[in-house]
């Protein structure tokens, strides 16, 4: 299907576990951004990427990490998963300008117990 | 740093009504300026841009002006309907140079619309 695509949709991990959330996009899009959404923060850049084995941090990097071996997918890893890493992460994608639209994901809704 | 800053919700209106969502921004260059709204469950989608000073933005019924003056990107509609109930974001993206292209988000307003 054409798009950019979230996997999984729903997660639950214990704390100290690692997790990786998945993110695949069709468009062959150059950027790629993961977003953490939480109530009264609205959306926070966590890592994003310019093209492939490009990556850079956002607003909120820490305990995560990255990376972008092919154009079309984005992983992101919790390494140690805590508690306060409970969220909804968006994947999304964009054309390489700054006046493009950025096509978002469904969300993955992630709990760290 | 950059930033963008919005109305606190949530805006509760009866349909029909008119509704202003307030943004404004903060940005070293010259963003370009964004509404995105989210539907209950679902990603974020672009309602509306502008990419220049005194754009306007449109689309469903909803406008948006880029007001260079004022740092600021309002959202209106001049009848909302319960079907407009949803999250809406403002954001912005600014070229930081090289290969950089920050999409950067406000807090999002809660829009409750009642029949």
């Known amino acids: 299907d054409a798009g950019i695509t979230q996997s999984p949709r729903y997660k639950i991990t214990e704390t100290g576990r690692q997790v990786t959330l998945m993110c695949h996009q069709t468009w062959s899009h150059s950027y790629m951004f993961w977003y953490r959404q939480d109530l009264g923060h609205g959306l926070r850049l966590i890592y994003y990427s310019a093209a492939a084995d490009i990556t850079d941090k956002g607003e909120v990097p820490d305990g995560y990490v990255v990376s972008r071996s092919k154009t079309e997918n984005f992983p992101l890893t919790l390494e140690s998963a805590t508690r306060s890493q409970t969220s909804v992460y968006f994947c999304a994608s964009s054309e390489s300008t700054g006046f493009a639209e950025a096509f978002f994901g469904q969300g993955t809704r992630l709990t760290v117990v | 740093g950059d930033s963008v800053t919005q109305m606190e919700g949530p805006v509760t209106l009866s349909e029909e009504a008119f509704l202003t969502i307030n943004c404004t921004y903060t940005?070293?260059?010259?963003?370009?300026l964004f509404w995105y709204v989210q539907y209950p469950g679902e990603g974020l989608q672009l309602l509306l841009k502008?990419?220049?000073?005194?754009d306007k933005g449109s689309n469903k019924g909803f406008e948006a002006t880029y007001r260079k003056e004022t740092t600021s990107f309002h959202l209106e509609k001049g009848s909302v309907q319960v079907s407009d109930s949803a999250v809406y974001f403002c954001a912005l993206t600014l070229n930081y140079g090289g290969a950089t292209n920050k999409l950067i988000f406000g807090t999002g307003t809660l829009l409750a619309v009642q029949p």
């Open positions: 940005a070293t260059g010259y963003p370009s």
């Open positions: 502008a990419t220049k000073a005194d």
